[in-house]
């Protein structure tokens, strides 16, 4: 009889801390994953808004490569222009050469003659002026193409630079969240262990408390009697010794550290429909904000703390007895991020 007491004793022993140690391993890695998460939420929100502005930039590059597609066929079609005025022009010159031998062979065919070929040549002559005065207007409109060419080609030059320099600073910024998320990860995973040890050397071994995950789960027996969101004596006593490890540890974290007690209130899958609690929600949530404001009420900065009510939605047992419904009526504390 002496050797089944000394083997349970031993079990009692031995048990939680094996039960410490793997829900420490669960913590971090549920904790790593969170923050995880919510650095690449924040990660992409940041990527997003680089993203729109890239997305600005590639609409300028597409607009001034039409534009630059635009001159180009325009300069295409002046160059076609001038080769049709040039070649009008040379059609002008050799008429002009024939007529001036006309000229010479009409001199000994009287005055008439002569005055009509010298009027045939002046006009030939204004129109030449004005074919060249149409070339060198074309010339001028090529010039001016080339230079809108030029300038265009140094914008696109410019948009380019700019666009890689946009993704270094999105790559940087993403490596500088991701280190500075790590550095998070590893301070708030140090309070939370702190906190849990803490907690631990003050609530002792007791049945009705107990650890489920990076959560502590009270029976929601230990604050409220049935169907009350009222706290009991006994439960005021015991959020004390809560309240003052959560001040204490409070005082230890750095102010820039964003976390926060989160208190979340679970009832049974038995409908309650009352006149003060018409459904499970409002009861579960009445007894999150009791605790809440009870906490704030002994120091516990309010932008600090959360109430959450999950009703009977999230049950730890989902068998409907006794020993199931017990366990389900709980409140849970949590130190988790903003």
Do not use: C
């Amino acid at each position: 009889m002496a050797l089944s007491r000394s083997h349970r004793r031993e079990e009692q022993n031995y048990w939680p801390g094996f039960v410490d140690a793997l829900s420490t391993m669960l913590i971090g890695i549920v904790f790593l994953l969170s923050v995880f998460v919510l650095g690449q939420f924040f990660l992409s929100q940041e990527i997003s808004g680089k993203d729109t502005v890239l997305d600005r930039l590639n609409r300028q590059i597409s607009e001034l490569t039409d534009l630059l597609a635009l001159e180009r066929a325009s300069g295409k079609e002046a160059r076609d222009s001038l080769a049709l005025l040039q070649s009008s022009l040379t059609a002008e010159r050799a008429e002009r050469g024939r007529v001036q031998a006309l000229l010479g062979g009409a001199a000994a065919s009287g005055p008439a003659r002569l005055a009509e070929t010298e009027k045939a040549l002046e006009a030939e002559k204004q129109l030449s002026a004005r074919a060249q005065a149409t070339v060198d207007l074309v010339n001028q409109q090529i010039a001016a193409m080339r230079r809108q060419l030029a300038a265009l080609e140094e914008a696109l030059a410019a948009s380019e630079a700019k666009d890689k320099e946009s993704q270094s600073r999105i790559a940087e910024l993403g490596s500088r969240l991701n280190v500075a998320l790590a550095q998070r990860v590893q301070e708030l995973a140090r309070y939370r262990s702190d906190f849990f040890g803490r907690l631990r050397q003050v609530l002792g071994m007791r049945p009705d408390i107990r650890v489920v995950g990076d959560r502590f789960v009270f029976q929601s027996e230990v604050f409220f009697d049935g169907g009350q969101a009222v706290l009991k004596p006994e439960g005021r006593e015991e959020l004390d010794k809560l309240a003052a490890i959560i001040v204490d540890l409070g005082r230890e974290m750095p102010p820039d550290l964003p976390w926060i007690l989160r208190v979340d209130g679970h009832t049974d899958n038995r409908p309650i429909r009352s006149a003060q609690f018409p459904s499970n929600w409002h009861l579960s949530t009445a007894r999150a904000v009791a605790v809440v404001e009870y906490l704030v009420s002994k120091g516990i900065p309010a932008d600090r703390i959360a109430a959450t009510g999950f009703g009977e939605y999230q049950p730890l047992d989902v068998a409907n007895n006794d020993e199931a419904w017990r366990r389900n009526r709980r409140i849970e504390f949590k130190i988790t991020e903003r």
